[in-house]
């Protein structure tokens, strides 16, 4: 299964005004269960960044994790970067159409050659480098980008099934659930390892996805994706299917980000830039 077919169908419909690309939004915040965990870890760094930080969204995407940035850290500006011009085009409209412009830019980039020394307080990468292969590449990049004292937020699937390249249930054995991912996930040591030798002298990673979170992700995105990639008419029943199961899921993330995990399918990984 490809995500970017998908992801472009619901930006069509979602794009039409303003008001339905922040609702977009919203139900991204609700529905991901990585954009709780990443919601949690900004909350908590929210005291040890200054107030009028810089900011990189390193694989800006939809500008989901941008726009959720400049909200809950209305003196940050805000650069977001994504290899896709057509989505750093798109972000900028929206962004400019609402009035923060000033605050959020978008450029086009390859994040293996991007690097602004000393340019950011903080970068947040979400669900960008099991997509890169020269990924050490890149964390010297961001490490090289950070102010002495800043931080390095990842979000990432883990090498316990996160990018489900081994996926079984739905026939050929060579093929996962996600065909864009370039490895099947990182371990912890050797994600720990790589931004060490980066840079990176203070390296945090914990679990997500356990036992509740994996169970909230086949309800809440697995199983609506792979029907919306059966037929376009399922989009007509996602509200139904949501009225039901949603609010399991709602109560499994919440379990899933209150909870530590020995394992689990994802990571969340801070990294500290002292000197």
């Keep these: 299964m490809q995500y970017d077919p998908i992801k472009r169908k619901l930006g069509v419909f979602f794009n039409q005004s303003p008001f339905l690309r922040k609702s977009f939004y919203c139900l991204l915040d609700l529905l991901l269960l990585r954009a709780w965990h990443i919601r ?3 909350s908590q760094l929210r005291n040890a960044l200054p107030a009028n930080l810089t900011i990189l969204d390193a694989g800006s995407g939809f500008g989901q994790y941008s726009y959720r940035m400049a909200r809950l850290f209305p003196a940050s500006t805000i650069t977001g970067v994504d290899v896709k011009e057509e989505q750093i085009a798109d972000c900028n409209n929206f962004f400019g159409r609402i009035g923060m412009k000033k605050k959020v830019c978008f450029e086009p980039a390859d994040l293996t050659q991007y690097c602004r020394p000393n340019q950011f307080d903080l970068i947040v990468s979400v669900d960008v480098m099991e997509h890169i292969t020269e990924d050490v590449k890149v964390m010297q990049n961001f490490c090289s980008s950070l102010h002495p004292g800043g931080w390095l937020l990842i979000s990432t699937p883990s090498d316990q099934g996160g990018s489900e390249a081994h996926d079984h249930d739905h026939g050929s054995e060579a093929t996962g659930f996600i065909e864009e991912h370039v490895r099947d996930g ?8 790589k931004l060490k030798e980066a840079g990176f002298s203070k390296v945090e990673a914990r ?3 356990g036992v509740p979170g994996k169970l909230s992700w086949k309800i809440s995105m697995k ?3 792979l029907l919306l990639g059966i037929s376009k008419w399922f989009f007509i029943l996602l509200p139904f299917y949501y009225l039901i199961g949603y609010p399991v899921a709602f109560i499994l993330n919440i379990f899933d980000v209150s909870m530590v995990h020995h394992s689990g ?4 990984v801070k990294a500290q830039k002292t000197n």
């Design 40 to 42: 949690k870890e900004l």
């Design 186 to 193: 990182y371990n912890i040591d050797d994600i720990t390892r």
């Design 207 to 209: 679990y997500s996805y």
């Design 223 to 225: 199983y609506p994706i």
């Design 265 to 268: 399918t994802g990571l969340i």
